[in-house]
């Protein structure tokens, strides 16, 4: 069975195809997913040493990217060692995509030999593309199983994926895990027009145990089936559902609420599409809320937004993860933008993996950039609150006429604010703030109270640079 214990001796490794365990069995690959972290450690670094390796010496995306590297990418000793190795970020994705199109020199195998093509959509941007050779993508299969086996599903479950089958990875890594762990898959699709009420028509009919989908499309379900007349309770039979593409299913309300609306539990999974497996990330049937982090499918490290420096256990960072069995198109330290919180928790199901507690709540993207300097919102709030006058909000507006530099003009608010005679303290904050940031800034001064308060996340940047 694929219980590997012991570091690698093959990589990539070789999964039995037909291998599934007893229904009872509570995990599919008890050694790693129980066993003490350190001792998990090993295989890790075992498995990173031979990917960054055969990442280094076959592609010559990353020949080139760790030109520099303080280590050795063909050896390396520790998992401190790998942390420093660059951050990959969809920037550079982007630009190597661009430039070697359509894979980038990231695919390490011949291209007639990619088995399937994914991708982004790129609504943010140029599209990136996937490249997945079939070893990759039976191994995704492998670790997706070995995932929704921890979620509940077993082979006398039927899977109903009721997402869009496309370009995008997710709906196909949810039916490839099913149809690996050998449940009945139902690839029902979605999107299209007039198609949620033929979904909950044949959820009726067929009743799936198990759906695929994200959290506002199973409320959108429900609400869909009610207008119809049935009862997402008692015309369903959905014993779980697993969601990934939104935060919802590790927000507590939003959890409840499917719970109870249709009678199931709920299981959030979901890193990234470019990272695929992407339920690398998962939660599983006993978990409350939020995900574990199986470190050794996709190796996670928790990195600070500013620094960039790894954090420990416990912090709140931006994840970022790294393929450790990719021979087609590997990712290596990929910047997710994402921001959740690490902890080591007690789970029941006696896993011994880092838990995201609270999923993935939020994005990392309120970084600016200025004049090429990286700027954190976060960290203009740190200098101005250590200012003794700071009025408690502020606003970060940026400006940029063609063929000009970019402006940063910080708006903050005082207390005592007098507008007859602002300039000594408004030069005094500015002189503040570009020492702390390392680029000019403009600073105009608000009285206290000026701008809106929030209990979320305050939009505080106003950008109106013209690209
Ligand atoms: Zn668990």
Redesign the pocket.
């Known amino acids: 069975m694929p219980d590997q214990t012991t570091p690698e001796t093959t990589w990539p490794p070789n999964y039995p195809a037909g291998y599934i365990p007893p229904d009872e069995q509570e995990h599919w690959s008890p050694g790693p997913e129980t066993m003490p972290p350190e001792k998990r450690d090993a295989l890790i670094l075992a498995k990173l040493r031979e990917q960054v390796r055969y990442a280094y010496q076959n592609s010559g995306f990353y020949r080139q990217f760790y030109i520099d590297a303080p280590v050795d990418p063909e050896n390396l000793r520790t998992l401190q060692e790998f942390a420093q190795l660059p951050i990959l970020t969809k920037d550079d994705i982007r630009q190597e995509q661009e430039a070697h199109p359509p894979y980038g020199r990231f695919l390490c195998v011949p291209p007639a030999d990619v088995f399937r093509v994914h991708g982004t959509s790129g609504t943010t941007g140029r599209p990136t593309v996937f490249g997945i050779g079939r070893g990759d993508w039976q191994r995704i299969a492998e670790a997706h199983a070995r995932i929704l086996w921890a979620a509940g599903l077993r082979p006398h479950d039927l899977v109903m994926v009721a997402a869009v089958f496309s370009l995008y990875v997710g709906s196909w890594g949810a039916l490839v895990g099913a149809e690996r762990l050998g449940a009945t898959s139902f690839p029902f699709g979605g999107g299209a027009p007039g198609q949620t009420e033929r979904a909950a028509e044949w959820a009726a009919m067929v009743k799936p145990t198990a759906l695929y989908a994200t959290p506002s499309y199973a409320l959108y379900l429900a609400e869909t089936a009610r207008a119809m007349g049935l009862d997402p309770r008692q015309d369903f039979a959905f014993r779980f559902m697993f969601f990934s593409g939104e935060p919802g299913a590790s927000v507590p309300a939003t959890r409840r609420l499917i719970e109870d609306t249709f009678g199931c539990y709920i299981v959030d999974q979901g890193s990234m599409a470019e990272m695929t497996p992407w339920m690398s990330n998962s939660g599983?049937r006993?978990?409350p809320a939020g995900m574990?982090l199986w470190q050794d499918i996709v190796y996670t490290e928790m990195v600070d937004p500013q620094s960039r420096r790894n954090l420990p256990i416990g912090a709140e960072g931006v994840p970022v993860y790294s393929h450790t069995e990719r021979t087609s198109q590997p990712m290596i330290r990929y910047w997710s933008g994402d921001i959740a919180q690490w902890e080591m928790t007690d789970?029941p199901?006696g896993?011994t993996y880092p838990t995201l507690t609270r999923g993935i709540y939020g994005r990392a993207d309120d970084m600016i950039i200025v004049r090429g300097q990286n700027i954190f919102p976060s960290r203009i709030e740190d200098i101005l609150r250590s200012i003794p006058v700071f009025g408690g909000e502020f606003r970060l507006l940026l400006e940029r006429e063609p063929g000009q530099l970019d402006r940063l003009t910080i708006q903050t608010e005082v207390l005592n604010y007098n507008p007859t005679a602002p300039d000594p303290l408004r030069e005094e904050i500015a002189a503040t703030l570009r020492r702390a940031l390392g680029v000019a800034v403009s600073v105009d001064l608000k009285p206290a109270g000026e701008f809106e308060r929030t209990q979320f996340k305050a939009r505080r940047i106003i950008d109106h640079r013209v690209i």
Request: hydrophobic content about 15%; glycine content about 0%; charged content about 15%.
């Open positions: 599983c006993h978990l574990h789970c199901c896993r």
